[in-house]
């Protein structure tokens, strides 16, 4: 037993200094400044949407429908009192605020990038823990996932929604499933080349129970990695949930999400681009901010990846 | 190489064969009785009982799979709850727009992507490269549909260049097929450049440290040459890998660019037969498509021995 920490302490002491640095580098890292910025702008507006001067989004106005950018007209409130309000963004064909559904867009597509990178990480986590851990167990579950990935992600997300009723749950749901085959990729091949390092086999010559030695050795060797594949794969989500919402199968068409509002505005896109034109700046500024702290993650926390 | 070509074929049957048990699970896995729907609303307790007899639906599960197995094998991929055609015909039908679409996009995606990755990396750290990567990122960010409908606006509304919208098969002449063909491909492609572009950087500029250029460079030869014969021959491995993993993207993309164009193509059939709740369509389509994925990889993996000659089977 005495000669664990002996044997550890090296290994951690080597571990410990570029730590640091990284996280000093990564607050000076543009993209990870411009690309978390544009994201904390995008959070912020979905959680203030009621305060920023929006109407109800889902308000359907008959008098007012297709209206141009920048028209102007009263609003009644219901104790009767009128105010002049002005449609930044134009109105739909329902005669909906498109500026309010835009700003109120941001929450769906928020909720939807984090929720899969998290759950997404964490079952890939735990199944490429035990693939990567348990020999037995590996062949089955790789060859499982080998077929997932044979299914192009955008195809198989789409079935996938076809299954259950339409909504918030199942989009998460068939999202989540085509990315955790990458997860379980990339946790499998850190944990087969990390259980090869010497300071993981003086662990199990020390006798450290198996469920220890995976959180206290192998685990912190994922984390960096991870956090880079969780940014890209909430990119990837936000994206995916549009396009859902565009093809007509995602989240329903009340709900205004940056999909839906674009979906709203296809048939009369020749007339009216601005439908399309607004949530679709927002919907592309938002991905590429969340692949610029991407870039910018894995440029300063995973050295090794930034090569490739 | 044929005893190789033999056992890569051999490998991929296993991993089709998990695609088919996941695909024929998610029918499984609905609501609803096919065989009443496929009987219609009119039909009687007998004729749905008789429907399922034919269908095999009231054997036991594994049973069921092998039959359906087998008449896959056979090239019968069931009937349409929706379309009330054979699956197959259904997508016979809508396969000459995507084969188009495809590779009409896959030829503009690598002509265009790959010298600019080789100019990239030439100019590795210039404002050129910057300009690249910034594309590629932004490549990877903006949704394939705001790049179509930005590309419609454009070209086809204010310049008035092509049509707006459609497909025009290939027998009814090559000049409106191409028109039609056109913009669309340029949208799919954006995606595909920004990821060829980027791993021909990578990949050349790696291959430029090495001490033959530095060999080829001491002798005189010509920068061009360098660049696309030394150079990009030897980075060739890693970029038509990612060429070929790209399919998928390409799959998915294809998809959502049908849908913008309104192509009538198995894109458009896919996104029809999910609002339908078509299943037969569904699973069929999903298999075809992932073997196409499947047996493009294992095309890539056999293109190795030309780029790289170290490589033998």
């Known amino acids: 037993m005495s000669a664990e920490p002996v044997i550890l302490a090296p290994a951690e002491a080597i571990a410990a200094p570029p730590r640091f640095g990284a996280w000093r580098k ?14 904390l702008f995008m959070t912020l507006m979905g959680i203030l949407a009621p305060v920023l001067g929006t109407i109800n989004p889902a308000e359907i106005n008959p008098t007012f429908r297709n209206r141009v950018p920048g028209m102007e007209r009263t609003i009644r409130a219901d104790d009767g009192s009128t105010r002049p309000y002005k449609h930044l963004m134009g109105t739909d064909s329902l005669g909906r605020d498109v500026y309010s559904r835009v700003v109120y867009g941001a929450r769906v597509s928020i909720l939807v990038g984090v929720t899969v990178a998290t759950i997404s990480v964490a079952i890939g986590l735990l199944i490429g823990l035990v693939a990567g851990y348990v020999r037995w167990l590996d062949g089955i579950i790789m060859r499982f996932m080998d077929g997932l990935m044979a299914i192009p992600a955008i195809l198989l997300a789409i079935a996938l929604v076809s299954l259950f009723r339409a909504g918030l749950f199942s989009v998460i749901v068939a999202i989540v499933v085509p990315e955790i085959p990458r997860v379980v990729r990339l946790v499998r091949s850190i944990v087969l080349s990390v259980r ?5 086999e003086a662990a199990i010559m020390a006798g450290t129970p198996t ?46 999400t940056w999909g839906n509002i674009m979906a709203e505005g296809r048939s009369l896109f020749r007339v009216y681009p601005h439908n399309i034109l607004f949530p679709g700046v927002f919907l592309a500024l938002t991905v590429l901010a969340v692949n610029m702290l991407g870039d910018g993650l894995r440029d300063t926390l995973d050295p090794k990846m930034a090569k490739r | 190489m044929f005893l190789y070509f033999l056992r890569r074929l051999a490998a991929t049957i296993p991993v089709m064969l998990i695609v088919a048990v996941l695909v024929f699970l998610m029918l499984r896995l609905t609501p609803g009785d096919p065989a009443a729907i496929i009987a219609g609303d009119n039909a009687n307790a007998e004729q749905v009982a008789l429907i399922r007899t034919r269908l095999g639906l009231d054997q036991p599960i594994i049973v069921q799979f092998f039959i359906w197995m087998g008449n896959l094998l056979r090239g019968d991929f069931g009937e349409s709850f929706f379309f009330k055609k054979t699956v197959a015909e259904l997508i016979l039908g809508r396969l000459e727009p995507t084969i188009a679409l495809a590779l009409c996009t896959i030829l503009i995606a690598v002509t265009v992507a790959v010298p600019l990755g080789v100019l990239a990396a030439y100019k590795q750290g210039t404002w050129i490269d910057r300009l690249v990567m910034g594309f590629s990122v932004m490549g990877f960010s903006v949704p394939v549909f705001v790049i179509g409908y930005a590309l419609i606006y454009l070209f086809a509304i204010k310049l ?29 492609s954006v995606i595909y450049i920004a990821l060829i572009a980027r791993m021909t950087r990578a990949s050349v500029i790696e291959v430029l440290g090495e001490d033959y250029i530095r060999t080829a460079r001491a002798k005189g030869q010509v920068e061009s040459k360098i660049l696309f014969r030394h150079a990009l021959k030897n980075a ?78």
């Open chain 1, 26 to 39: 990564l607050l000076r890292h543009p993209g990870v400044l411009i690309g978390g910025g544009l994201i």
């Open chain 1, 196 to 200: 090869e390092e010497p300071y993981v």
């Open chain 1, 211 to 256: 469920p220890a030695l995976l959180v206290r050795h192998v685990l912190p060797n994922t984390v960096a990695p991870l956090i880079v594949q969780g940014t890209f794969i909430c990119a990837s989500a936000i994206l995916v949930e549009a396009i859902l919402s565009f093809l007509g199968v995602g989240i329903p068409p009340e709900t205004p």
């Open chain 2, 160 to 188: 008035n260049w092509v049509p707006v919208q459609g497909y025009q098969p290939l027998s009814q002449g090559f000049g409106g097929f191409l028109q039609r063909l056109i913009l669309p491909s340029v949208t799919l």
């Open chain 2, 236 to 313: 060739a491995v890693p970029i038509v890998t990612v060429i070929g993993l790209g399919v998928a993207l390409l799959i998915g993309g294809v998809v959502v660019t049908e849908s913008v164009f309104t192509i009538p193509g198995l894109g458009r059939l896919t996104v029809d037969a999910v609002l339908a709740r078509d299943y037969p369509t569904i699973q069929a389509v999903i298999l075809l498509f992932s073997l196409v994925y499947v047996l493009i990889n294992l095309a890539v993996d056999l293109v190795y021995t030309l780029f790289d000659p170290r490589i033998r089977y």
